[in-house]
């Protein structure tokens, strides 16, 4: 590179020129970055820079050219309200959705308090134990025989609300006829001993009434002879087996037979003396059963021989 050649009359003059240029040049660069002191931006600097936000520029002070520890007031005027539309907007339904299944919500209602109950004062009088405690029905009449504590000549035996003929034999012991037909059927009756006004009373003991036992054979047929004694035949539920018994007959070791007819047999039970009948049928047909109701075979006195 050639140096300038100061000599030439034309070579000054360009190094001037070129100098004041510089100058310019940079004159220019330290008003366009830096500015010379002035607030108001320039036309071609206005257009150039972007609008600030709320954000940056509050109150109308440049945020940059502000200090950094200085907080800028908020005026009033700067605060907008908010417009809400006047309408809600229409919302259009849900379609169903039909595998959805919703159940009712039952509402269960609280149990309520139970009250606590009174517990009931013991009878005045005890009434301990009878005897006895079981019987079959139909059976006759019989003594039964109770004790206890506190007993009075004046208390009564009652079964099932019903008064008893009463005999008082002390303070702890007593009786009372029970009559057969309080014991005709099967069940429970209730013993206990009050006063006739029920002011003084005892507590209560079930008398157990069951079924008395039955024969156990089905009446299937009968034979007559000359001599006119009948003879029943039997068929025993058991075995099936077929028995031929007459008046007098005991059978199953208690039942024994008292009458014969066409139409029925009937029994003595000889423990509990009670009577049981059973009625002509045709029975089980079975191994050793009779395969027809058997005749009665009469022989007129007219007969020729």
């Known amino acids: 590179m050639e140096l300038a050649d100061f000599g030439r009359p034309g ?65 009033l005027n700067d605060l907008e309200s908010v417009q809400l539309p006047g309408s ?12 959805a299944y919703y ?26 134990a009878i005897s006895p405690q079981n019987v079959y029905a139909k059976t006759n009449e019989f003594t039964l025989e109770l004790s206890g504590d506190k007993f009075t000549p004046d208390m009564r035996v009652y079964v099932d609300e019903r008064e008893l003929p009463t005999k008082y034999k002390g303070p702890q012991q007593m009786s009372a ?9 099967p069940g429970i009756r209730q013993i206990k001993v009050r006063t006739p006004d029920a002011r003084v009373y005892s507590g209560q003991i ?8 039955t024969p156990n054979y089905s ?32 059978l199953s070791g208690r039942f024994r037979v008292t009458s014969i007819s066409e139409k029925e047999v009937v029994f003595m039970d000889t423990n509990l003396k009670i009577k049981h009948s059973l009625a002509m049928t045709e029975g089980e047909r079975g191994a050793g059963s009779p395969s027809a109701r058997p005749t009665p075979r009469v022989d007129a006195e007219d007969d020729e021989p």
């Open 11 to 75: 070579e000054k003059k360009k190094l001037i020129v070129a100098g004041a240029l510089g100058f310019i040049a940079i004159i220019f660069l330290w008003w366009t970055f830096i500015g010379f002191g002035s607030t108001k931006p320039t036309p071609s600097r206005a257009t150039a820079t972007p609008q600030t936000t709320p954000r940056s520029n509050v109150g109308g002070v440049n945020a940059r050219q502000a200090p950094a520890n200085t907080i800028q007031p908020i005026s």
């Open 88 to 99: 809600v907007p229409v919302v259009p339904e849900a379609k169903r959705n039909i595998f």
């Open 103 to 128: 159940e009712k919500v039952v509402v269960v209602p609280s149990p309520s308090p139970t009250p606590t109950p009174t517990p009931t004062p013991p009878p005045p009088v005890l009434l301990a």
């Open 177 to 185: 006829t029970v009559p057969a037909a309080i014991i005709a059927n």
């Open 206 to 213: 079930g008398l157990s009434i069951a079924p008395p036992p």
């Open 219 to 250: 009446y299937v047929g009968i034979f007559g002879t000359t001599t006119h004694i009948d003879t029943a035949l039997l068929q025993d539920k058991n075995n099936k087996e077929i028995l031929s018994v007459q008046r007098g007959d005991l």
